[in-house]
């Protein structure tokens, strides 16, 4: 099992008001607690805590190191092209958020409902999924080094030209995801995924 490293702060983070900061490029050990946010766009985040959080902006481009997402509402939110290092999303609704092109690594998503998310074109490393539900969400053209799952719906993902090699999503669900066939190949299922897996691969079991 993967042990991520989880976020870090030197000093506790200072509790502000996002409105009333000067605009600039970066961001450093800040606490923003109850803010609805502008548009973020290509901003460096560092050692900060986003803390029942309502953002509906643009956050693409952005670097996030060290950074904590908790009871946040990222619905809709673009994070396209993004990097995150050592990030915890928990408790947040991310319904329909961008994650496209991003880089994760040591980020974790736990007990968040993140239903139509999208992660097309992604690259994890060292990353955990737990608790949390994926549902119709996209993982296509994504990569994948160290990944721990536990406990999540990926119902009716899809998973189109990824390599599946070294993901265990046996006690997870992934009833009617869509997948690339030979990609299917060294992916850890239980018996009832696996006899659904042998139905993607268009053989017939009598």
């Not at 609805?36 to 460096?44: A, E, I, L, S």
């Not at 915890?88 to 974790?108: I, P, V």
């Not at 969400?137 to 189109?160: A, P």
């Amino acid at each position: 099992m993967a042990k991520i490293k989880k976020p870090s702060f030197y000093t506790e983070p200072e509790k502000t008001r996002f409105d009333r900061l000067p605009d600039q490029d970066r961001y450093d050990n800040l606490l923003f607690e109850n803010e609805t946010f502008p548009d973020c766009t290509g901003k460096r985040f560092s050692e900060c805590i986003f803390d029942r959080d309502i953002i509906r902006t643009d956050m693409s481009g952005s670097i996030f190191t060290d950074v904590i997402f908790t009871h946040c509402d990222l619905s809709g939110v673009s994070f396209a092209k993004s990097e995150f290092r050592r990030v915890r999303f928990e408790n947040c609704r991310m319904g329909g958020a961008d994650f496209t092109e991003c880089l994760f690594s040591d980020t974790e998503f736990t007990a968040s409902q993140c239903r139509y998310v999208n992660f097309s074109a992604s690259s994890w490393k060292n990353s955990v999924l737990s608790d949390t539900d994926f549902t119709e969400g996209y993982f296509s053209q994504t990569s994948f080094k160290t990944m721990v799952i536990h406990h999540c719906c990926f119902d009716r993902t899809e998973w189109l030209h990824t390599p599946m090699a070294g993901l265990d999503v046996s006690d997870s669900s992934i009833n009617g995801i869509a997948v690339t066939p030979e990609n299917l190949k060294g992916l850890t299922v239980n018996e009832a995924q696996a006899l659904a897996c042998v139905e993607l691969l268009g053989l017939k079991i009598l």
